[in-house]
């Protein structure tokens, strides 16, 4: 796995691996986007459940 410098600099490997980097950034992001969401929306629930003090 451990390539060398001339290797790891090389056009194709680097775009294949920001190719890589994108997909997962972008699907990371939804995911990201969901989850706060859902947290926004179940910490309302709980302010809304929870008696103010």
């Known amino acids: 796995m451990h390539a060398g410098?001339?290797?790891?600099?090389?056009?194709?490997?680097?775009?294949?691996?920001?190719?890589?980097?994108?997909?997962?950034g972008a699907l990371c992001k939804l995911e990201g986007t969901f989850?706060?969401?859902a947290y926004k929306f179940?910490?309302?629930?709980i302010r809304l459940a929870t008696p103010s003090h």
């Open 42 to 45: 179940v910490r309302k629930e």
């Open 5 to 24: 410098k001339r290797q790891e600099r090389s056009p194709s490997i680097e775009n294949k691996a920001i190719a890589k980097a994108r997909k997962r």
């Open 35 to 37: 989850r706060a969401r």
